[in-house]
């Protein structure tokens, strides 16, 4: 599995907060590896990783996730991409209010096809690898931001996707618990021959990542 960008445009917002966040940009993300998506607020990471996950559609360009071009899909074979073939790690979290740690995870398993019983096991794992084994019965609104975005990330490997989409994943978290993370995303990109995209501007997650991509080298061109 590669993931592809081939000459991406995507143009946000309208009249006069119109912006072009991205501007033909090409790129190509291996298997296996974790890829550091580096460059200054506002140079359009969180815009690829949109684009990349089917959650925003390009005014112009491919998405290549091996042969299938994710910008062409209909809006239903989108959502089940979404559901079975890539995880995210966003900021928001994006968790469901209402449901506890553990039911995040197994609603997200359940939703990509898999019987829930069979991955509580699992489930309660990976929470303890991210930190949060004695939050297992917490809701969102009862989680710090930082939990928050854990639980999304568990949740994310739950499903052992082909793509992980990680956005910012140490920015609200003090150091140990981020050098934890950092090596748990390199260790599962590893063995589970993901592709892993990670936005960042932390130096540390760059040393871990295999390889980097600045978006300084893709800058649109300034816009008036
Ligand atoms: P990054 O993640 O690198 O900080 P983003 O991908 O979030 O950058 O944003 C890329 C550019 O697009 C920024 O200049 C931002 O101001 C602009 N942008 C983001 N969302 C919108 C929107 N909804 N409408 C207009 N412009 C936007
Ligand atoms: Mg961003």
Avoid: W
Avoid at 16 to 22: D, M, N, Q, Y
């Amino acid at each position: 599995m590669t993931l592809r960008l081939d000459d991406i445009t995507v143009t946000l917002g309208r009249d006069e907060t119109r912006t072009t966040a991205l501007d033909g940009l090409t790129a190509s993300f291996r298997q296996g590896a974790l890829t550091a998506l580096v460059g200054p607020s506002g140079s359009g990471k969180s815009t690829v990783l949109a684009v990349s996950g089917a959650l925003l559609r390009p005014d112009r360009g491919q998405v290549l996730l091996n042969d299938t071009d994710l910008a062409a899909l209909s809006d239903g074979r989108r959502a089940h991409a979404r559901r079975t073939r890539i995880g995210y790690m966003f900021q928001s979290g994006n968790l469901l209010t209402g449901l506890t740690a553990e039911e995040q995870l197994l609603a997200a398993a359940s939703l990509s096809g898999h019987r829930p019983r069979a991955l509580r096991g699992r489930a309660r794992e990976l929470l303890t690898e991210v930190g949060l084994g004695h939050r297992l019965r917490h809701r969102p609104d009862q989680l710090s931001g930082g939990e928050r975005q854990r639980i999304a990330l568990a949740r994310a490997l739950l499903v052992e996707p082909e793509l992980l989409l990680i956005d910012e994943p140490t920015a609200a978290v003090d150091r140990t618990r981020a050098d934890d993370l950092v090596r748990l995303i390199a260790r599962t990109t590893h063995e589970h021959g993901c592709v892993t995209v990670v936005a960042t501007h932390d130096p540390v997650v760059v040393e871990a990542a295999d390889a980097t991509i600045d978006m300084l080298d893709h800058a649109p061109a300034a816009t008036a």
